[in-house]
């Protein structure tokens, strides 16, 4: 249960957020939330992380499907009570919300800045949690991975 209702959660977060910044502003419109640290800036993302693969939608919806049935694989394989669940249900709920953007808007809305780093959003931030999360369970687990 707590898988579907995670996956939910950031998936609704971070379309609110999205909606939210396509209303707001132009693609490049910002406003800043911390000073010198954080700004919320809508741009739109016809790439993958740091801009790569340009243009490559088809690709990018079909990793993304991908990555969706690997992690629901995953998902039904392992116990419900298993502490993997939570970093799946983060990736799903990335990955989805980015899939739907992709499908239906012909790109990713991105609108954390940073200035510093490309522009990202909440599915970038809880798919890269999820992945490392998974990774420290892993290395660190008794079992080695053996859950999976």
């Known amino acids: 249960m707590i898988f579907y209702l995670i996956s939910v959660a950031v998936f609704v977060v971070d379309q609110f957020l999205k909606a939210l910044a396509k209303s707001s502003f132009a693609s490049g419109g910002t406003i800043t939330l911390i000073k010198k640290l954080v700004y919320f800036t809508y741009i739109e993302n016809r790439g993958a992380a740091f801009g790569l693969f340009q243009g490559q939608r088809i690709l990018l919806i079909l990793i993304s499907l991908a990555v969706a049935c690997v992690v629901v694989y995953f998902h039904l394989k392992t116990s419900k009570n298993s502490n993997l669940q939570i970093p799946l249900a983060f990736i799903f709920g990335g990955t989805v919300s980015n899939l739907v953007d992709r499908?239906?808007?012909?790109?990713?809305?991105?609108?954390?800045?940073l200035r510093f780093w490309p522009i990202f959003n909440v599915s970038d931030v809880m798919i890269n949690l999820g992945v490392l999360l998974l990774i420290l369970r892993i290395v660190f687990s008794k079992s080695g991975g053996k859950e999976f």
């Open 103 to 113: 499908i239906f808007r012909s790109f990713v809305i991105d609108y954390i800045d």
